[in-house]
């Protein structure tokens, strides 16, 4: 089975072949076949259930594919591959790709107990083994760059979900990711909260940030992505440049699903 | 209507004057009891600040806080360990559990107290060999038993706390590189604290009483005090109350401890 698959400009960050995931009976993805170059914005749409989140999960490996291939940066996530063999690696190899990988989720998920910075300096202390003091420095510039640079001792009770969401995205930023997954960043939030959390992302992008996007905004898509990509039962049912696919979609299930959302 | 505050008579409960006059007519009969008794409150008194008295105390204070350490330990690894990927280590974990919570706490600290039948010689390759009777003191004996039937509990107070924990946090930190045993200790335990403190505050305070028991293996606790004096001079009820009083004082503190701890982790949560 082909699908047209984005002719990548540079090097692909992203690279998924075949990917197949299933829990039970129930199939997820029935191959899917995506490609993001270095610097480029790939938003991903479809229906509820297509199994976009599902596929965000598997870039960084919180889900395991069951057949496929699927590498970010040149290697198999979550497997190496030896004398045509390929092997499951361990807890700590997996740990250390994900620090390449950046991901935003649909609630946040930032650590209550600890304030922004804290939350921030958490993981460049403990896995980067970055004294106090530097990464403190780190992530109040990382905060500013949000726009959230007085609120560093909140906690994120203390601070609306578009707030949460900006200081989620500035955690994710401080492992230096070299690729940033964003899972429904602004569908957890109240309306008058999305600008705010797009906004940071359109400064990413702008910035030359590689990320993946499954998002519901298709106006963001359309002013942002290089590509969008449609994905519908568990596979990429069309993908291109947003203006193309969104004016002109190919597909009846596309125009189907544009039909209801725009 | 003007903004006079609206005065209206409250709905009469008289049910709750009977409840009162009940338990205030109980509370009499039993005070009297106490009072017209052959009772020498002042021996009572007298006794609270007793050498044998205060040295029982504090081997009572002594046991209870490293029994419950001891069990929070055990009950932090067991609940960690039920929550593996690995069936062999979960199978393991609810055997300590089914076996330690199933079993009366006094039987398990007289067969710790017994051990020497069981094996008469521990060694260690290396180190030498003892005799497991100069070993097994009485509060090695208390210690183990006592620690070791609280880790069954607090295991189970854990999980739920981690339980409790939502999923998105373990997500998140693995999503950051953080490493298994670091999600835990930096997320996930921090987080379920709030769901096991109070509990465990609970534990505490049972166990500061629960550690009498060692009594029946002559471990010179509290309760021990008060009984060697009392076969002397028997003043028995007299002593009895001095103890009361003591284990009193040692869960109300336990008690004021607790709130604090359950204020510390509620960090971050809003009220």
Request: with cysteine.
């Given at each position: 089975?082909?699908?047209?698959?984005?002719?990548?400009r540079?090097?692909?960050?992203?690279?998924?072949?075949?990917?197949?995931?299933?829990?039970?009976?129930?199939?997820?993805?029935?191959?899917?076949?995506?490609?993001?170059?270095?610097?480029?914005?790939?938003?991903?749409?479809?229906?509820?259930?297509?199994?976009?989140?599902t596929?965000?999960?598997?870039?960084?490996?919180?889900?395991r594919?069951?057949?496929?291939?699927?590498?970010?940066?040149?290697?198999?996530?979550?497997?190496?591959?030896?004398?045509?063999?390929?092997?499951?690696?361990?807890?700590?190899?997996?740990?250390?790709q994900?620090?390449?990988?950046?991901?935003?989720?649909?609630?946040?998920?930032?650590?209550?107990?600890?304030t922004?910075?804290?939350?921030?300096?958490?993981?460049?202390?403990?896995?980067?083994?970055?004294?106090?003091?530097?990464?403190?420095?780190?992530?109040?510039?990382?905060?500013?760059?949000?726009?959230?640079?007085?609120?560093?001792?909140?906690?994120?009770a203390?601070l609306?979900?578009?707030?949460?969401?900006?200081?989620?995205?500035?955690?994710?930023l401080?492992?230096?990711?070299?690729?940033?997954?964003?899972?429904?960043?602004?569908?957890?939030l109240?309306?008058?909260?999305?600008?705010?959390?797009?906004?940071?992302?359109?400064?990413?992008?702008a910035?030359?940030?590689?990320?993946?996007?499954?998002?519901?905004?298709?106006?963001?898509?359309?002013?942002?992505?290089?590509?969008?990509?449609?994905?519908?039962g568990?596979?990429v049912?069309?993908?291109?440049?947003?203006r193309?696919?969104?004016?002109?979609?190919?597909?009846e299930?596309?125009?189907?699903?544009?039909?209801?959302?725009? | 209507?003007?903004?006079?505050?609206?005065k209206?008579?409250?709905?009469?409960?008289?049910?709750?004057?009977?409840?009162?006059?009940?338990?205030a007519?109980?509370?009499?009969?039993?005070?009297?009891?106490?009072l017209?008794?052959?009772?020498d409150?002042?021996?009572?008194?007298?006794?609270?600040t007793?050498?044998?008295?205060?040295?029982?105390?504090?081997?009572?204070?002594?046991?209870?806080?490293?029994?419950?350490a001891?069990?929070?330990?055990?009950?932090?690894?067991?609940?960690?360990?039920?929550?593996?990927?690995?069936g062999?280590?979960?199978?393991?974990?609810?055997?300590?559990v089914?076996?330690?919570?199933?079993?009366?706490?006094?039987?398990?600290?007289?067969?710790?107290?017994?051990?020497?039948?069981?094996?008469?010689?521990?060694?260690?390759?290396?180190?030498?060999?003892?005799?497991?009777?100069?070993?097994?003191?009485?509060?090695?004996?208390?210690l183990?038993?006592?620690?070791?039937n609280?880790?069954?509990?607090?295991?189970?107070?854990?999980?739920?706390?981690?339980?409790?924990?939502?999923?998105?946090?373990?997500?998140?930190?693995q999503?950051?590189?953080?490493?298994?045993?670091?999600?835990?200790?930096?997320?996930?335990?921090?987080?379920?604290?709030?769901?096991?403190?109070?509990?465990?505050?609970?534990?505490?305070?049972?166990?500061?009483?629960?550690?009498?028991?060692a009594?029946?293996?002559?471990?010179?606790?509290?309760?021990?005090?008060?009984?060697?004096?009392?076969?002397?001079?028997?003043?028995?009820?007299?002593?009895l109350?001095?103890?009361?009083?003591?284990?009193?004082?040692?869960?109300?503190?336990?008690?004021?401890?607790?709130?604090?701890?359950?204020?510390?982790?509620?960090?971050?949560?809003?009220?």
């Open positions: 089975m082909t699908v047209d698959i984005p002719v990548a540079r090097a692909p960050i992203v690279r998924a072949l075949g990917v197949r995931k299933r829990y039970g009976d129930n199939e997820v993805l029935s191959g899917i076949d995506l490609e993001v170059g270095q610097g480029e914005v790939s938003c991903v749409i479809g229906p509820s259930g297509s199994g976009k989140s596929f965000l999960r598997c870039v960084n490996h919180l889900e594919i069951d057949a496929g291939r699927l590498e970010v940066n040149g290697h198999l996530i979550g497997y190496r591959e030896k004398n045509g063999r390929v092997y499951e690696l361990r807890e700590k190899e997996i740990a250390a994900r620090r390449e990988i950046g991901m935003v989720f649909q609630r946040f998920n930032l650590f209550p107990h600890m922004a910075l804290e939350n921030i300096m958490e993981a460049p202390v403990l896995v980067r083994r970055e004294s106090k003091a530097v990464a403190r420095d780190r992530a109040r510039a990382l905060l500013d760059r949000v726009g959230l640079g007085p609120r560093g001792d909140a906690y994120p203390q609306s979900g578009g707030q949460q969401q900006r200081v989620a995205i500035a955690r994710a401080a492992m230096e990711p070299t690729l940033m997954l964003f899972d429904e960043p602004t569908s957890a109240d309306p008058e909260l999305v600008g705010e959390v797009l906004d940071v992302m359109r400064d990413l992008a910035d030359g940030m590689t990320m993946l996007v499954v998002t519901h905004e298709i106006g963001f898509a359309r002013e942002v992505a290089d590509t969008l990509v449609f994905l519908d568990g596979v049912v069309e993908s291109g440049k947003p193309e696919v969104l004016a002109n979609p190919k597909q299930r596309t125009r189907a699903f544009l039909s209801k959302v725009l | 209507m003007k903004d006079e505050a609206l209206a008579v409250p709905v009469r409960h008289h049910s709750r004057w009977v409840f009162l006059a009940l338990i007519a109980g509370a009499v009969l039993v005070v009297r009891a106490f017209d008794a052959d009772i409150y002042g021996v009572t008194r007298q006794f609270l007793a050498d044998n008295v205060l040295r029982g105390l504090g081997n009572t204070l002594l046991i209870s806080v490293l029994a419950q001891v069990g929070i330990a055990l009950g932090v690894g067991a609940a960690v360990m039920a929550g593996s990927r690995f062999e280590v979960r199978a393991v974990s609810a055997l300590y089914w076996l330690f919570r199933g079993t009366p706490v006094l039987v398990q600290l007289l067969l710790w107290y017994n051990l020497s039948l069981v094996v008469d010689t521990v060694s260690i390759p290396g180190l030498g060999t003892w005799a497991t009777n100069d070993l097994v003191t009485p509060f090695v004996a208390a183990l038993g006592l620690g070791i609280e880790g069954a509990y607090m295991a189970e107070i854990v999980r739920a706390g981690i339980n409790s924990v939502d999923k998105g946090q373990t997500e998140a930190s999503a950051l590189g953080l490493s298994r045993a670091q999600t835990m200790r930096r997320v996930v335990l921090p987080q379920a604290m709030r769901v096991i403190v109070p509990p465990t505050g609970n534990q505490f305070v049972s166990m500061l009483k629960t550690s009498s028991l009594y029946a293996i002559q471990y010179g606790e509290l309760l021990q005090s008060a009984v060697r004096i009392y076969t002397n001079n028997l003043m028995i009820v007299e002593l109350l001095t103890v009361s009083v003591w284990y009193l004082v040692l869960t109300t503190i336990a008690t004021v401890l607790q709130r604090y701890l359950e204020k510390r982790y509620s960090k971050g949560v809003q009220r």
